[in-house]
């Protein structure tokens, strides 16, 4: 237990201080590149000797952002953006930025028109992940991106570099999952609030650095019983939950999240990459093996379904819904989502969050009302 | 049990404070309603008068329980609910196998479902947005000049619905305005108003799903007219009651009594 509690202490201070931790990679001479969301090719970045680092948006409001943005747009590229336009990430060696929703695909574009300092890495992904073309155009897609990461990481990576961070990158998926699963099942132990640092730290840190972390705690915590107290289990289905007003909601309304379909959290870590011969080949298969997620084509509605199960599969009481406001992958499916989790009786409830929102008592009282119909 | 125990209810809303006392035989043995809601003494005057008009001090309240938007704003009651968890316990005690209730308060609007025992399965809430609440009535019968008690009376008059398109309250002001300026009658302008409530309540309670029988609560019952659009547009009949305002507190204090007889 004491174990825990000093890794978690450790790790909350890094999820908490990201600007620190930027400081820290720069005082020790590393080169470290900015990774926005989702399903980023970060590999890439640790085989050129760079540290990745998570760049998602802050809480605050934007106003530099909003000569770019408009008002309606989803508020981790607003404030990501903001970053950018008010120095905050200057020393960044360049930023990698997905274009999986239309928004993001805007902020490639606003980042290089705004931010002068850090060179833009376009990464550009086909939604439509699985079919032939798509497959190639991944390829090709992630073979500029490589081009691209050497030339701000002053690295050329060779294909055993690649490798050794696609084996290091799945051990530390592993973990992740094995953590995510301890520890929703061990709120007792190992608070929501806990839990939530631990993962994002991860954004933070060298992957390996984790790692070892993870190992300890997932050790520790495998030790300990199951034990939920007086929390209710449930399913965290959205982008991301680290808004620390949400969270302090999550656990005054004692709700542990005993799996999650978080962009941030589980669906991060959903998909290893497979060995096949040639490292970035195979590092652009499993992009394409990306399913059940809202922001990639789902024809079939995959990620409803896959909702559903893991509520199921883990004895969850109900479903909650973060929305991340004005995201329209995510507005999509939530309301099959609602209707689906009602065809099965699972309870569910959409909560809107926003990283520019300052009050968050309509949220509280939908949360408060929540936990009370399912107890 | 003798009928000895009193048992308090206070509902802290964001334009109004309710209080509603029972004994334990569910009898309403004190009420009141003042505008103000947190943040103002209005709390503590709607204790006070309840309290008054029971011929109580506040020694003879067995449990109290506080709910609505200033909920965690006052320390002193032994339990705190949600106001939708308290809506439902007042509904279901106001208008016995009511399936679905809707409340419009000052700045949000919600519907409650409930199951055959009472039980509140599904809820839905308004946005942030306050378009389609008691709020956007009082910006608009402000807009020329009158009070939201008006509303009723100049919709009874109304020839033809002006259209209210914007969904802004901030916006429908302004059209207010202009389409008063354009020479608009008011029963009409008010009769769009209306609608334009009625648009967004229907949304809200085809979102939750409508089982009959349907109840009404909150403040803007006492809009008749819209009340009247709302059965219209929604082909049911709406159940209303004269206390309907005070439902939530009153779901408080039913629920304050469930505690002392656990």
């Not at chain 1, 540290?51 to 530099?64: H, L, N, T, Y």
């Not at chain 1, 590229?77 to 960044?92: I, V």
Request: with cysteine.
């Amino acid at each position: 237990m004491s174990q825990v509690k000093e890794v978690v202490a450790e790790l909350s201070e890094i999820a908490q201080n990201p600007g620190k931790q930027l400081d820290k990679f720069i005082q020790d001479g590393k080169r470290v590149i900015g990774v926005s969301p989702y399903h980023n090719p970060e590999e890439l970045v640790y085989a050129a000797g760079a540290i990745p680092f998570g760049v998602w948006g802050a809480v605050g409001q934007a106003i530099e952002a909003r000569q770019y943005f408009p008002p309606f747009y989803c508020s981790i590229c607003q404030m990501s953006l903001e970053m950018g336009l008010t120095h905050k990430l200057d020393q960044l060696s360049g930023m990698m930025i997905t274009t999986l929703c239309d928004t993001l695909k805007a902020f490639t574009q606003n980042w290089k028109a705004g931010v002068q300092d850090v060179p833009l890495i376009f990464v550009s992904q086909p939604q439509n992940n699985q079919c032939e073309a798509g497959k190639e155009y991944v390829l090709r897609s992630y073979t500029e991106v490589k081009d691209k990461i050497q030339e701000c990481a002053h690295h050329i990576i060779s294909d055993e570099e690649l490798r050794a961070a696609i084996n290091l990158y799945n051990e530390w998926r592993k973990a992740m999952r094995e953590f995510i699963e301890l520890a929703g099942k061990r709120p007792t132990v190992i608070s929501p609030i806990e839990r939530a640092h631990v993962i994002s730290a991860s954004y933070f840190m060298d992957k390996a650095d984790h790692l070892e972390k993870l190992k300890e705690l997932n050790e520790a915590l495998s030790q300990e019983p199951e034990s939920l107290g007086d929390y209710k289990p449930i399913v965290l289905s959205g982008i991301y939950q680290d808004i620390p007003a949400i969270l302090d909601l999550l656990e005054e309304h004692k709700f542990t999240a005993v799996a999650d379909d978080l962009a941030k959290e589980s669906r991060n870590v959903a998909v290893d990459v497979q060995d096949t011969g040639d490292a970035l080949p195979d590092l652009s298969a499993a992009f394409s093996n990306v399913e059940a997620d809202s922001l990639v084509y789902d024809p079939n509605k995959k990620h409803i379904d896959k909702v559903i199960s893991l509520a199921q599969d883990n004895d969850a009481k109900g479903i909650v819904i973060l929305l991340a406001k004005f995201c329209d992958p995510e507005e999509f499916d939530a309301p099959l989502i609602v209707k689906a989790a009602q065809e099965q009786n699972i309870p569910a409830v959409v909560i809107e969050i926003d990283q520019s929102t300052e009050s968050y008592e309509q949220a509280n009282t939908k949360l408060e009302t929540f936990a009370e119909i399912l107890n | 049990m003798s009928a000895k125990h009193y048992f308090l209810g206070i509902d802290i809303g964001s334009t109004t404070s309710k209080c509603v006392i029972v004994d334990d035989k569910n009898n309403i043995v004190g009420k009141s309603l003042k505008t103000g809601g947190a943040g103002t003494k209005s709390p503590e005057e709607v204790v006070q008068e309840s309290l008054n008009q029971a011929q109580l001090s506040s020694k003879d309240v067995e449990i109290s329980c506080a709910t609505g938007y200033g909920r965690k704003l006052i320390n002193w009651t032994d339990y705190e609910l949600s106001e939708l968890s308290c809506h439902a316990i007042g509904g279901k005690y106001l208008f016995p196998g009511v399936r679905t209730i809707i409340d419009i308060g000052g700045q949000d609007a919600k519907v409650l479902k409930l199951d055959e025992h009472g039980s509140m399965t599904k809820f839905i809430m308004n946005d942030k947005c306050a378009a389609g609440t008691g709020r956007f009535l009082d910006m608009m019968a402000n807009a020329f000049g009158g009070k939201s008690s008006d509303l009723s009376s100049y919709d009874e008059k109304s020839e033809s619905i002006a259209q209210i398109s914007s969904t802004c309250s901030v916006f429908a002001e302004s059209e207010v305005i202009s389409k008063l300026a354009s020479g608009e009658s008011l029963p009409n302008i008010v009769a769009g108003v209306h609608e334009s409530v009625v648009d967004r309540t229907v949304s809200l309670v085809k979102r939750a799903g409508i089982v009959e029988p349907v109840a009404m609560t909150g403040g803007v019952t006492l809009n008749t007219s819209l009340v009247k659009r709302l059965e219209k547009r929604l082909d049911v009949t709406i159940h209303t009651s004269p206390i309907a305002q005070y439902n939530g507190a009153l779901g408080a204090a039913l629920y304050a009594k469930s505690k002392f007889e656990e």
